[in-house]
Antibody, heavy 125, light 110 residues
Framework: QLQLQESGPGLVKPSETLSLTCTVS??????????WGWIRQPPGKGLEWIGS???????YYNASLKSRVTISVDTSKDQFSLELSSVTAADTAVYFC?????????????????WGQGTLVTVSS | QSVLTQPPSASGTPGQRVTISCSGSTSNIGSNPVNWYQQLPGTAPKLLIYSNNQRPSGVPDRFSGSKSGSSASLAISGLQSEDEADYYC???????????FGGGTKVTVL
């Protein structure tokens, strides 16, 4: 059974870089048509997709965050990571790592079928 | 401001049918299939409907989805107390590329 687990600091200072890692277990990160992504949810608010990566390194990023986001993958460890630079209080959120299954048949679909439990990251001095 | 538009809340009594709308544009819902996610309080979201109207294994057939043009809807028939949750629609956006979400609809069972 596939499991995703986020890890990283729960507290980050303003202007610094938020770094999280997601470890995938129960399956391989190098499966075809599977992207690995990050989604966040500020307290009491809705979901915001941050971006995703393929095992080959191909990435998609949310345009509104693209200038501050880097997602990378380490296939040898079945892990992928998120870096969000120059954080402010507005980046305080629960961060989920997810698996996105891509379908491309004249249309595009990314079905998010597995979620980590989420980790709360607070930006505060 | 979410890319897809959902009503913030919906409610019904046990046994009733509740419908949640999700409105987008030609660059997302109008071009690509819609997925729905259910988030129970304090938990991670869970895939509820994919490809407009398909249910993953284990999802009760009380949940159904549909799509027409650039809008989609989720219906919950025979509403139960355990259906009290937040529901999000999502689709792939073509311009720019990426997953776009609705703002979420909180369903209350009265």
């Amino acid at each position: 059974q596939l499991q995703l687990q986020e890890s990283g600091p729960g507290l980050v200072k303003p202007s610094e870089t938020l770094s999280l890692t997601c470890t995938v277990s129960g399956g391989s990160i190098t499966i075809a048509s599977h992207y690995w992504g990050w989604i966040r949810q500020p307290p009491g608010k809705g979901l915001e997709w941050i971006g995703s990566i393929y095992y080959s390194g191909n990435t998609y990023y949310n345009a509104s965050l693209k200038s501050r986001v880097t997602i990378s993958v380490d296939t040898s460890k079945d892990q992928f990571s998120l870096e969000l630079s120059s954080v402010t209080a507005a980046d305080t959120a629960v961060y989920f790592c997810v698996r996105q299954v891509e379908y491309s048949l004249g249309y595009r679909a990314h079905i998010i079928d597995h979620w980590g439990q989420g980790t709360l990251v607070t930006v505060s001095s | 401001q979410s890319v897809l538009t959902q009503p913030p809340s919906a409610s019904g009594t046990p046994g009733q049918r509740v419908t949640i709308s999700c409105s987008g544009s030609t660059s997302n819902i109008g071009s690509n299939p819609v997925n729905w996610y259910q988030q129970l309080p304090g938990t991670a979201p869970k895939l509820l409907i994919y490809s407009n109207n398909q249910r993953p294994s284990g999802v009760p057939d009380r949940f159904s989805g549909s799509k027409s043009g650039s809008s989609a809807s989720l219906a919950i028939s025979g509403l139960q107390s355990e259906d009290e949750a937040d529901y999000y629609c999502a689709a792939w956006g073509d311009s720019p590329n990426g997953v776009v979400f609705g703002g979420g609809t909180k369903v209350t069972v009265l």
